[in-house]
């Protein structure tokens, strides 16, 4: 599919979208896969629900979100001097500097301060604290898969419709308490804000956005069969628009080389260790991760995409894995090689961003049993959904083998709806795609 094909698509997708608000009795829900332009759909909105004058209100789930979006609202209706944007914030915010910079943007601690902004937007947690008369007439909820339903729950009464844009691959939301005590109830506070919603209102229609943006030819058929079996996307772009290459060869090849040069050709490469039972730490498996990001440094990587040829720096390379241990012992790797402006995080924290290449730790690497934290599908699809060029997947060997030998068989509970994709399903998908790119390092 050509770029300007997915653009005609995307855009007869919001139409779609538009359309559907327009009769909606409560609100619209939009799927979007990785990188299919959650932002600009919301942005798009505002502007189109602002022009038909009406005060939007904007919901997101972190203060980094809700700073992108008012940012992005602030350069789209930047054309109208009277159209103003309210940053609603605790009263220890700092505006940063990229908000700073929009003359029409305005923060504040109150709504009361913002009576004149056209668009308000802030987190949940903060719109939660409003009181108010009279409901907005519209809210746009973002990244609403990771919303939990209470949040919704405590924001409801501020506005009479909603546009809930979300990724329905991704995590859910996080709870740190015990939830047995609510499973089976519709109003189950831990499940998502739009699981609970639809379970409310069967008549809130669903629609989905059909492409990404960020995922190359090589990742979006591989991601969309093993995280979205029922919402299947394609790449917006070609393998022709996408190329990885490197200004230094190598000579007398490692398997760090082999791996990059395999990512570089095929999008994907599974940097494969000796089989072996570790700790969450294992030695070898963080120093690939970190001499992988050196490597491709050093070796002066290039991404040529349809934004033009562009180096591969430290900060366009993200290392993630599932817990915060690993995360500490892969930084003080990465800081040993030199390299400390490579990004490391967990799969929670590098959920919503996007880089050209992203090197992953296999949550099940090295593992005795595979539990089902780490057999989350959301885990593992936020994992190798981040890059624009190439993932490379840093495991033991046996991984096919420990999910063999623990099936899924997570407990049935009635009234609690099975949820797809399954786990298990998805870590196999992906393994037996990564076999065909496998490097094995001794």
């Given at each position: 599919m050509s770029i300007q094909e997915a653009a005609r698509r995307a855009q007869q997708a919001t139409q779609e979208i538009i359309t559907a608000m327009a009769t909606a009795p409560r609100g619209v829900v939009v799927d979007s896969p990785p990188g299919a332009g959650k932002s600009t759909l919301v942005v798009r909105v505002a502007g189109e629900l602002v022009g038909q004058g009406h005060r939007v209100m904007v919901i997101a789930q972190t203060n980094e979100q809700v700073d992108d979006l008012a940012g992005a609202l602030a350069r789209s209706l930047a054309h109208d001097s009277e159209l103003r944007v309210g940053r609603l914030a605790a009263g220890t915010y700092a505006t940063p500097q990229r908000l700073a910079v929009h003359a029409n943007l305005i923060a504040a601690k109150t709504t009361g301060e913002l009576d004149g902004c056209q668009v308000v937007a802030s987190t949940a947690a903060k719109w939660a604290t409003v009181k108010t008369d009279a409901p907005w007439p519209w809210a746009i909820v973002d990244e609403a898969y990771q919303m939990r339903s209470d949040l919704l729950l405590r924001v409801a009464g501020l506005f009479e419709k909603a546009l809930f844009v979300g990724d329905p691959g991704q995590l859910d939301p996080f709870s740190t308490v015990e939830s047995d005590r609510w499973l089976g109830l519709?109003?189950?506070?831990?499940?998502s804000a739009i699981a609970v919603m639809l379970a409310h209102n069967n008549d809130v229609p669903v629609r989905q956005l059909p492409v990404s943006w960020r995922l190359p030819a090589s990742a979006a058929p591989v991601v969309s069969a093993a995280f979205y079996p029922f919402s299947p996307f394609d790449a917006a772009t070609t393998d022709a628009d996408r190329q990885l290459g490197f200004q230094t060869a190598a000579f007398g090849k490692t398997a760090i080389d082999e791996t990059l040069d395999m990512a570089a050709s095929s999008g994907w490469a599974l940097h494969e260790l000796p089989a072996g039972h570790k700790p969450r730490t294992d030695r070898e498996a963080v120093a690939a991760c970190a001499a992988l990001a050196a490597r491709l440094l050093r070796r002066g990587a290039v991404a040529t995409?349809?934004?033009?040829?562009a180096p591969?720096?430290?900060?366009?390379?993200?290392?993630?894995?599932?817990?915060?241990?690993?995360?500490?012992?892969i930084r003080a790797e990465l800081a040993r090689l030199g390299c400390d402006d490579v990004i490391a995080d967990t799969s929670n924290r590098l959920q919503g961003r996007e880089f050209d290449v992203t090197i992953v730790l296999h949550p099940l690497s090295g593992r005795r049993d595979a539990t089902a934290f780490h057999l989350e599908a959301g885990r593992l699809c936020v994992l190798a959904s981040r890059h624009r060029h190439a993932c490379i997947v840093v495991a033991r060997r046996g991984i096919p083998e420990l999910l063999d030998a623990h099936p899924s068989a997570e407990p049935m509970h009635l009234n609690v709806p099975v949820k797809f994709?399954?786990?298990?399903?998805?870590?196999?998908s992906l393994m037996s795609h990564l076999a065909r790119h496998r490097i094995q390092a001794s």
């Open positions: 519709s109003w189950d506070p831990t499940r995409s349809e934004r033009g040829d591969v720096t430290a900060d366009r390379i993200a290392i993630g894995s599932a817990h915060r241990d690993q995360v500490a012992a994709p399954d786990g298990w399903e998805a870590h196999q």
